[in-house]
């Protein structure tokens, strides 16, 4: 829309009584324009007639002059009371009509009859609404595209076509039904963010019409988390944050899990994670709302049999659904424990996950010669290599891992030998990682103070995991070894089991951390 604001300046000058022969004071009344508010758009060449309108005396006003500064924005064609004006470009002019009087009237030469408006001229089309919040994984929000009578005709005729763009897919997505339709729907995505919904009208060749274009801004933000009471910090729950987050409703059935709402919830949590604020000094940074023991369940898990120097350290894992004892859910056991505690000192927040239980078994390491602890131990790299790709398969998104720096125990009478070629085996760097004893049970035999206990492993109950291998007591693996050929584990009774051969079979139960 186009507004003009009109605003005038008026003199009463005097003028001569012929009968008397003397001056006199005459009003003259208002001066103004003919129109408040003018719509004009860019390729209206017929232009709109704007007219000055005057009382009295200054009726008989002469030498009227019409211009438009800036030039390049409208230009007026005509002259006198009335007179039209053109759109040439989009922007903001002001319009100003001046006068002197006619012959006859006796005024001082500084006054002069003055009106202005301020014209906008504007683009062919107009996008509604201007802007949209919506929320991550919402529902679709119709946008229209306003235009000339002239323009839709030539939409209607097939002469024209309409182009719909987002500038960022991964916060809103525009689509529309046909070339020629003038909306379209845009649908918010599960990243939060800003994006400009973009409508560009495109006239077919030879069309006098110009090509123009509108945009709506679009700001999508994580919805707050609904369905429970607020929670008090620290306090265990075992919420399922595929309800918490949307992507199911209370009471479904396993069987409608798939490995897409294992990737909507995940990027769902990372993406709140993000809009709350890094706090060293409150443990839980702003995450008061995700408790420990909250928990994704996966629809089903293959890893392939991994083999180091022609040892099978693991079978094949193939669980297609969950068996009833939670062997699939991955539980978060720890609530921002790294922070001030990672090798760069920041304070991201943070989560950690670990499986409820241990979905399969498999050897610390292909012999007992290794003398480099977990860091150099064949189920670290069956970790990195399978069970990696194995939860990316299941649904969780790349994008969410965090390979945090972490501490672990190195016990290796050779430690500062290899330190001194550059090899620091004390720490790691992993998407996917064995916890040491410490930080399940919070003590440890061996232990660096870099190390942090997982909060969720309060008791020795919580500890326990079904192990799927039936012969090793329900003991699963944790990444602190006392000896070369030896490390601990977790036994039955949630305590620590020591000095376990690295070449026998214990459940593995692997940890990660997502941002």
């Known amino acids: 829309m186009f507004l003009i604001m009109c605003r005038a300046n008026v003199e009463n000058p005097p003028e001569t009584d012929t009968a008397n022969g003397a001056a006199k004071s005459v009003t003259v009344g208002t001066v103004n324009l003919s129109v408040k508010k003018l719509t004009l758009y860019v390729d209206n060449t017929a232009g709109e007639t704007v007219k000055l309108s005057i009382a009295s005396a200054l009726e008989k006003a002469s030498n009227l002059q019409w211009a438009c ?54 683009a062919g ?73 973009q409508a560009t009208f495109k006239p077919g060749a030879g ?63 990372s993406a709140y994670l993000k809009t709350l604020p890094a706090n060293a000094v409150n443990p839980y940074g702003g995450l008061e709302t995700i408790r420990m023991g909250d928990f994704i369940e996966l629809p089903s898990l293959f890893i392939a049999k991994y083999t180091d ?20 859910q991955l539980v978060i056991v720890a609530i921002n ?15 950690i996950f670990q499986f409820k239980n241990a979905p399969g078994t498999g050897k610390m390491n292909a012999t007992t010669a290794d003398t480099s602890g977990y860091s150099n131990s064949s189920i670290r790299y069956y970790l990195m290599l399978r069970y990696y790709l194995a939860l990316v398969a299941a649904g969780v998104p790349e994008s969410v891992f965090w390979n945090i720096t972490r501490k672990v125990p190195y016990d290796d009478p050779n430690f500062s030998w290899n330190n001194l070629l550059g090899f620091d ?13 410490y930080e399940i049970t919070g003590q440890a035999t061996l232990q ?27 003991c699963y693996w944790t990444s602190s070894s006392t000896r070369s050929a030896y490390f601990q584990a977790i036994g039955s009774s949630g305590t620590v089991v020591a000095q376990l051969n690295s070449t026998t079979k214990q459940g593995i139960a692997p940890a990660f951390a997502i941002k």
């Open 69 to 122: 500064a800036p030039d390049g924005i409208a230009k007026v064609d005509g002259s006198g009371l009335e007179v039209k004006v053109l759109p040439l470009a989009v922007g903001t002019t002001i319009l100003t009509v001046t006068g002197t009087p006619k012959e006859g009237y006796k005024y001082k030469s500084d006054k002069k009859v003055e009106a202005s408006c301020e014209i906008t001229v504007a």
């Open 125 to 197: 089309v107009v996008l509604t609404p201007a802007q949209l919040n919506l929320s991550t994984g919402g529902t679709g929000t119709t946008v229209t595209l306003n235009m000339p009578a002239n323009y839709k005709t030539a939409l209607a005729g097939g002469q024209a076509t309409i182009e719909w763009s987002s500038t960022n897919t991964s916060v809103a997505r525009v689509t529309a039904a046909d070339p020629t339709s003038d909306t379209a729907t845009v649908t918010p995505q599960l990243a939060d963010g800003t994006a400009e919904i």
């Open 207 to 269: 069309s006098p019409l110009q090509e123009t274009s509108s945009i709506c801004d679009v700001t999508v933000t994580i919805p707050p988390t609904t369905g429970q009471d607020e929670p008090v910090p620290g306090q265990e729950a075992t919420y399922d944050l595929m309800v918490k987050f949307g992507m199911k409703s209370p009471g479904y059935k396993l069987s409608t899990i798939t490995s897409t709402d294992v990737s909507e919830t995940f990027t769902h949590l």
């Open 309 to 328: 120097s022609n040892v099978v350290i693991a079978e094949e894992v193939n669980i297609p659904s969950n068996v009833g004892n939670g062997k699939l």
């Open 337 to 351: 424990p790294y922070y001030g505690k990672n090798s760069n000192g920041t304070v991201t927040p943070h989560l």
């Open 425 to 437: 085996y004390s720490t790691i760097k992993d998407y996917v990682w064995l916890p040491t004893e």
């Open 448 to 474: 660096s103070s870099d190390q942090m206990h997982f909060s969720y492993y309060n008791s020795n109950d919580r500890r326990l995991k079904v192990v799927t291998y039936p012969d090793n007591n329900g």
